[in-house]
C-alpha cells in the first residue's frame, strides 16, 4: 500500500510543481498573451492618437482656409447720429467674411465714404454698407422729419423700416362712428423707427414736405392718428 502512497504523492506533486515543466510552460504562454494584450491596446492608442492630430490639423486647415477668405471692410469706431458728416476719424476697419446679403464697405472705399452723412443712426462697431450713408442732406431743402407717436394698434403688423412708403390718417374718436368721407392723410417716407421707453409709444420719423409739416404735426398731438404701409411700386394705388 506505501508504494501506491508515495506514487500519488509524486503524481500530485508534478501537478504542481516545475519538474514535469507544464507550470514553466504555462507561464511563458500567459507572459505571451499579456503582451499580445498590451501590444494590441498600445497600437489602439497610437491609432486613436493619430487619428486626433489628423482631425486637429482637418480643423486647423479649415479655419486657416476661412481666415484666407476674410476681406478688410469699413466700420464704425465711435456713435454717429443721421445725418452727421462722416470724418476719417469716425471709421475703422474690420475683418469679415464675404456676406452678398450684407454687402459691407471694401476698406479701399474710406477716403470715398468720409465726408459723407450718416443715413441713419450708426453704431459704433456696426458695418458699413452702401445704404448707411448718403451725399444728400437730410432733410433735402423744402423737406421736413416729422416724429409721429403712435401705439401698436396704430400701426400695420408688417414691420416699417427706413424707406418704407406710408400715409398719416386721421381717425375719429373712440366710440364716433366710422366718417362718411374719407379721412385726410399726408403721404409720407420713413426715415427711422424708435421706441420710447418712458411712454412706451412707438416713434415713426417721417419725410414730408414742409409745407404739410404744421398740419402733420397738430394731427399727431390728437392721438388720432393711424399709419397705412403703401407700396413701393408707383402703381401699388391700383390693387
Known sequence: MMPKTAAHDVGDQGVGSAPNGHTGLLDVRERGTAARVRYSRRRGLI????????????????????????????AMMADVPRGHVISEHDLTTASAMPDPALAPIPASRIPEIVGQRAAA??????????ES?????LPAAGETVVGVAVTE?????????????VRIFDTPNAGD?????TPDSIAASVVSV?????????VVNVLVRS?????????????????????????????
Open 121 to 130: 443712426d450708426l453704431s459704433r462697431g456696426s458695418l458699413l454698407t452702401d
Open 153 to 165: 394698434a396704430q400701426l400695420p403688423t408688417e414691420p416699417i423700416a427706413p424707406g418704407s412708403r
Open 133 to 137: 450713408v448718403t451725399t444728400q442732406m
Open 211 to 239: 409745407n404739410v409739416a404744421g398740419d402733420l404735426v397738430a394731427r399727431v398731438a390728437t392721438g388720432r392718428v393711424g399709419i397705412v404701409l403703401d407700396s413701393l411700386e408707383e402703381d401699388g394705388d391700383g390693387l
Open 47 to 74: 491609432g486613436l492618437g493619430v487619428a486626433f492630430l489628423a482631425l486637429g490639423g482637418g480643423g486647423a486647415y479649415v479655419l486657416a482656409e476661412r481666415a484666407s477668405d476674410a476681406v478688410e471692410v469699413i
Open 177 to 181: 362712428d366710422p366718417p362718411a368721407t
Open 194 to 202: 424708435t421706441s420710447d421707453v418712458t411712454t412706451g409709444h412707438i
